[in-house]
């Protein structure tokens, strides 16, 4: 199975601020690779598809980038509803793997 | 619009079976897989198995021996069975929609999920 590694498992943010998360595949996933962002209880949504393609109705605050093995997910300008834990996801290989969680909080 | 809904017991003991459905709106399950997921309290995300849009079906190897997805066309609902149930096993289920095209495969439309805790 191809192992996703996710980076930093944690971190906080000022309002405003930009911040990156970063998502490692044990091998190349040719971009296949989406971002989903999980508020406390509910379920995950769709943020970022095929490493940068923003799911309608997404704000164009987050944008995703990266190919081969290194994904990142961006937040340019931090807002309070962006807290939560957001999740990467490869669907290149069977089965699909989730990198591990990285927690986002308002500093 | 697109919905996934799930069911079933909030309480199983442990040996027991769970059994979980997912009923599904907006679309049809010959032309989706459909998914089960589940989250421990607190942890992360983890992929359990899929039925293809075939019928075919795929299980997460750490747990095959013990799962079974099997689905109902006409009433648009996929149940998921997993005996010898764990305290371990007791996560948050939920279903999600596989979405495949040019531009990857992932899920895009998630059940609000359901709690079920496994009682020793």
């Known amino acids: 199975d191809i192992q996703m590694t996710q980076s930093p498992p944690s971190l906080s943010a000022s309002l405003g601020e930009t911040v990156s998360i970063e998502c490692r595949a044990s091998e190349d996933i040719y971009s296949n690779l989406a971002w989903y962002q999980q508020k406390s209880g509910k379920s995950p949504q769709l943020l970022i598809y095929?490493?940068?393609s923003l799911q309608d109705g997404v704000p164009s605050r987050f944008s995703g980038s990266g190919s081969g093995t290194q994904y990142s997910l961006k937040i340019s300008g931090m807002q309070p509803e962006d807290e939560g834990v957001y999740y990467c996801l490869q669907g290149s290989k069977y089965p699909p793997t989730f990198g591990g969680g990285t927690k986002l909080e308002l500093k | 619009q697109v919905q996934l809904k799930e069911s079933g017991p909030v309480l199983v003991q442990a040996s027991e079976t769970l059994s979980l459905t997912c009923t599904v709106s907006?679309?049809?399950?010959?032309?989706?897989?459909v998914i089960w997921v589940r989250q421990p309290p607190g942890k992360g995300l983890e992929w359990m198995g899929i039925i293809w849009r075939n019928g075919n079906t795929d299980y997460n190897s750490a747990l095959k021996s013990r799962l079974s997805i099997n689905r109902d066309t006409s009433k648009s609902q996929v149940f998921l069975k997993m005996n010898s149930l764990q305290t371990d096993d007791t996560a948050i289920y939920y279903c999600?929609?596989?979405?495949?095209?040019?531009?990857?495969?992932?899920?895009?439309?998630w059940g609000q999920g359901v709690m079920v805790t496994v009682s020793s």
């Open positions: 999600t929609r596989d979405y495949y095209s040019s531009y990857g495969y992932y899920f895009d439309y």
């Open positions: 095929y490493a940068s």
């Open positions: 907006g679309f049809s399950l010959t032309n989706y897989g």
